[in-house]
């Protein structure tokens, strides 16, 4: 390989295909259940190689030395942590695809990180919380999504892309990671949740975005408002 190869390789470029889902059959890995499917790519989607570095305002300026994470809303115990703090919770590793509305599909991301689980289980939600509200550094960014999804399983707030810290661009030093749903619901630069009794529209729902957003929801996927909430 030349020095320009080297130069200008893509360090997060996946080569050949997606591992199968049996692979981690026996491994320390929470297994995303679409990753089982026939079919991985939802209808609408195309399969990249690449990630694709999306966002609404650009890439925030993070203090690490005062990052904070934060939950409250319904919830017995509300909590800050530090980063050094929340990156010493238990970690879970999730193997997921990861889905964008704007037609690209990622296959085959080995997630680390803090499952959104954990959260819920040291503060204590309550049962009358029906959604969550995520909260990001992005110029007060928000989205929501129905509390089922976020407590899924597979759902994380990830520090690591298989096996490497997340870059600031895609949204670290940690992100929320639904792969449930349409990854604008996978907010980078997670600040804080909150859990609500009702739904609240975030950024891009406001704007005309689903209030779910699955994928796999219809013939192509919950991506607009004018498409039901249902």
Known sequence: MSFLDNLFKDPFRQEGEPRRADEFEGQDVIVSPDTRRASRVPPGQTRTRKWPVLDAHGTPQIDLETWQFEVGGLVERPSKWSLDEFLQLPAVRVYADFHCVTRWSRLGNLWGGVSTRTIAELVGVNSEARFVLVEAQDHGWTTNLPVEYFLAEDSLFAWSNDGQPIPPEHGGPVRLIVPRLYA?????????????????AGFWEEGGYHMRGNPWAGGDGERFRWQGDE
Do not use: C, H, I
């Open 184 to 200: 604008w619901k996978s907010a980078k630069w997670v600040k804080g949740v909150q859990f609500l009794d009702e739904d609240r």
